[in-house]
């Protein structure tokens, strides 16, 4: 399995897009401007290889970046 190395920020950035959170939304819980947002979301989108947020959750599931967590089972 292939290894990135993220930030601390850009785990909770990369666990808050997993949650279909906005940049504003994600920018307002963490407490940084939207633009800071956008920043972390480019360098995971370089960093894990990818085109767009679908693709920045899937390889971060892949890598084991962040679990798949109960919220996701829609029962």
Request: proline share 1%; charged share 25%; no cysteine.
């Amino acid at each position: 399995m292939k290894t990135v190395e993220i930030s601390k920020r850009e785990r909770e950035v990369l666990s808050l897009i997993s949650r279909e959170m906005t940049n504003r939304e994600i920018a307002t819980s963490l407490y940084i401007s939207t633009h800071t947002v956008v920043s972390h979301r480019r360098n995971l989108l370089s960093k894990l290889n990818a085109k767009n947020s679908v693709g920045l959750v899937r390889r971060a599931f892949e890598y084991g970046i962040i679990p798949l967590e109960s919220e996701f089972n829609y029962h």
